[in-house]
Nanobody
Framework: QVQLVESGGGLVQAGGSLKLSCAASGTIFSTSVMSWYRQAPGKQRALVAVITRIGSADYPDSSVKGRFTISRDNAKNTMYLQMNSLKPEDTGVYYC?????????WGQGTLVTVSS
């Protein structure tokens, strides 16, 4: 059974930075596509960034391009999201997702609040 645990969220002023981590248990991390989703207040959960098992990154949310960087360390079973130049609209609960064919896992989320 896989467990995903996010950490690193908190309260930050606009323009500041945070680094989120997602630690995974189990043995399938290195073969999985990993993603970060954000659920802003009153909105649906949306895909922010995704990284393949070999480290190829994409940012479907164009608002984070150039500010956020997704990365992973397969030796540590951990994924990261470096968030710079944070804006109030980045506020939300950030969820880690692990996906392999036929399997889909979620973490419990970590709250990021950006004050103006």
């Amino acid at each position: 059974q896989v467990q995903l645990v996010e950490s690193g969220g908190g309260l930050v002023q606009a323009g500041g930075s945070l680094k989120l981590s997602c630690a995974a248990s189990g043995t399938i991390f290195s073969t999985s596509v990993m993603s970060w989703y954000r659920q802003a207040p009153g909105k649906q959960r949306a895909l922010v960034a995704v990284i393949t098992r070999i480290g190829s990154a994409d940012y479907p949310d164009s608002s984070v391009k150039g500010r956020f960087t997704i990365s992973r360390d397969n030796a540590k079973n951990t994924m990261y999201l470096q968030m710079n130049s944070l804006k109030p609209e980045d506020t939300g609960v950030y969820y880690c997702n692990m996906r392999t064919p036929g399997l889909d896992y979620w973490g419990q989320g970590t709250l990021v609040t950006v004050s103006s």
